[in-house]
């Protein structure tokens, strides 16, 4: 039998092969030096259209003006997600009024279960300012892709399944571009502080 945090450093190393690998080697051929560079300025984020937990229609352009916190996941995730969650509504919590600049929001990999509904109960437990998003398989897919995440369904033995996925904090800037990224291997008071300083 594995513990939990045994099975956990697969998947750690996953996200770090994520985190590193998706956002970081993205390359690019400069015309006339012909070989592949690494130019570090991956492009991550883009426009979506999704469904909040209380059934409004959410579009990126709505968070026009103010930072975005996005976290992926799904609220049947034993263990990485509920956990990150947590860090972003302590670190929001610890940076006290400059938080309302930063809207946190958690889109779901999972929309087959995540409904609106599900999410409204699962949001609760973070806090009233977390947006949580579901959406169509095809937005769902779509929007994983602008923003590199990996996820996949991974059976369980009882019948029912997981989701594998990558776990990253993204920080969208008030424009919509990506400001800085955090794996959730971080500390509430280590996200405040590089909140603070990016805000
Ligand atoms: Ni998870």
């Not at 560079?37 to 990126?60: C, I, S």
């Not at 990999?109 to 959406?135: C, I, Q, S, W």
């Amino acid at each position: 039998m594995l513990s939990n945090k045994q099975a956990l450093i697969p998947y750690l190393l996953l996200v770090a092969a994520l985190a590193g690998g998706l956002l970081w080697h993205e390359s690019e051929m400069v015309p006339g030096m012909g070989r592949t560079v690494t130019t570090g300025q991956a492009t991550v984020g883009g426009p979506f259209r999704l469904t909040d937990q209380t059934g409004k229609t959410v579009g990126d352009a709505d968070f026009r003006g103010r930072y975005m916190l996005v976290y992926f996941g799904y609220s049947f995730c034993p263990d990485v997600c509920p956990t990150t969650l947590s860090v972003m509504a302590q670190a929001l919590d610890k940076l006290g009024a400059d938080s309302r600049r930063i809207v946190p929001v958690f889109i779901t990999v999972d929309p087959a279960r995540d409904t609106p509904k599900v999410l409204a109960d699962y949001m609760k437990a973070f806090g009233p300012r977390f947006v949580g998003l579901t959406g169509s398989d095809a937005d769902i897919k779509a929007v994983e892709k602008e923003y590199r995440v990996y996820a996949a369904k991974r059976p369980l033995e009882n019948g029912s399944y997981g989701m594998d996925h990558s776990s990253v904090m993204y920080l969208m800037g008030p424009n919509g571009k990506m400001v800085s990224f955090y794996d959730e291997a971080i500390s509430p008071d280590d996200l405040a502080k590089d909140l603070k300083q990016k805000i």
